[in-house]
């Protein structure tokens, strides 16, 4: 849960609001409906949070998607650092588009060294905290916005969770609860059905791990129960098979774990974009720093989302990586003049094509080859 709300919540929150007036709750539920959705189909294909979007595209349907995939986020990065710097204009009350420039200018300087780690720590609580003062003074958004446009522009805020799906675990156990009356107890009774751990929180669907097939918790403490006649010598060598189906056990187990723990971090962010997009009246004047302090985190997070556009700018056009790309797009998008909504419409739309392609990418199974990469590299790992 917390790896996803890590990964969801960011600047979107302080942003969402600025660019949009109080939106219909059904449109951000149907967007957290549709990526429920997404997640459970992701999630039974193997999960994007071990090696990332690009290795799950990339292994799946070669490194011609995965350049696509880069180019995508690409775009949509640089596209929504015009919206970041115009958001900083527009939080900061005095000449938006003069403002938006000196930040973009201001950010692609900086983009050449790292953000110290300190200051990236402090970002989200900080965000948070303007978010909640913005919603107690009534918000900034001006003018009512299309649920089909609101939706798209709503993606934005989604952003990170393209890379934190685990993959599925198993169901039910693969083998029936221990019992010394198979049949049930009673004669002609149906055999018993395994035991049914909790449901999925993808699907009822999902079929178990393959590696839960020897592990299952059930069948560990069946051996053990049946080593308890043996002579010492079959018991001590029956000791560590047993061991290693209980760890697999584990493992597996921890599988399902992570993907409550991602269901749960839906919810909780989707809680959060219900309350933040549907301010309410003007509870408490904005405070003197409010201004400010929200144009500095804008500032913040532009030079860092302009150092990571490097890597997706030489994997898309196999070129040495640098920001510069990415921020003469941004303010190329600036001198349209557009407003903060429209200007948000690119990245939700580039976010809306990588789940896209990451959903057709799951309905592929691995190529041989990444396997035996894979399995390459774990041997020499040893």
């Known amino acids: 849960m917390r790896r996803t709300l890590g990964s969801v919540l960011g600047l979107g929150t302080l942003l969402l609001p600025a660019a949009l007036a109080p939106v219909s709750p059904w449109t951000v539920l149907l967007v957290s409906v549709v990526l429920a959705v997404w997640c459970a189909v992701v999630a039974r294909s193997g999960g994007t949070a071990a090696d990332g979007p690009l290795a799950f595209v990339r292994s799946r349907l070669g490194p011609g998607a995965a ?14 650092q015009a919206g970041v710097a115009l958001g900083a204009g527009v939080f900061a009350g005095v000449c938006p588009y003069g403002v938006a420039v000196l930040v973009l200018l201001t950010a692609a300087v900086c983009a050449t060294r790292e953000l110290p780690l300190s200051v990236r720590r402090f970002r989200l609580p900080a965000v948070l905290v ?12 001006t003018a009512p916005t299309a649920s089909p446009a609101a939706a798209v522009v709503v993606l934005f805020g989604w952003v990170g969770l393209e890379g934190a799906v685990p993959a599925a675990g198993p169901r039910v156990f693969p083998h029936p609860a221990p019992s010394r009356k198979p049949s049930g107890g009673r004669p002609g009774a149906p055999p018993r059905t395994p035991f049914v751990c909790g449901p999925c929180w993808v699907a009822r669907a999902v079929p178990r791990a393959p590696e839960c097939a020897p592990g299952c918790r059930a069948a560990a403490l069946k051996g053990r129960g049946e080593l308890r ?26 599988r399902e774990g992570a993907g409550w723990g991602l269901l ?30 929200s144009t500095t985190l804008c500032l913040l997070y532009c ?25 003469a797009l941004a303010l190329g998008a600036l001198g349209t003049g557009l407003p903060l909504p429209v200007l948000l419409l690119a990245p939700g739309a580039a976010t809306a094509g990588i789940y896209l392609l990451i959903a057709l990418a799951a309905l592929f199974p691995r190529s041989s080859r990444h396997v035996e990469d894979q399995q390459g590299a774990a041997h020499l790992a040893r």
């Open 67 to 80: 350049r696509l995939l880069s180019g995508l986020y690409f775009a949509g990065i640089a596209c929504g």
């Open 130 to 141: 303007l978010a909640g003062a913005w919603w107690l003074s009534g918000g900034t958004g």
């Open 229 to 254: 006649d043996q002579p010492h010598a079959v018991r001590r060598r029956s000791i560590r098979p047993t061991a290693q189906a209980t760890r697999r056990s584990r493992k597996c187990h921890s």
């Open 264 to 293: 749960l971090g839906l919810g909780g962010a989707t809680g959060v974009y219900l309350l933040l997009l549907s301010p309410p009246a003007h509870l408490i004047p904005p405070a003197a720093l409010l201004r400010p302090a």
């Open 303 to 327: 030079w860092t989302n302009l150092r990571a556009t490097g890597a997706h700018w030489a994997e898309a056009s196999r070129k040495r990586p640098s920001p510069l790309p990415a921020a």
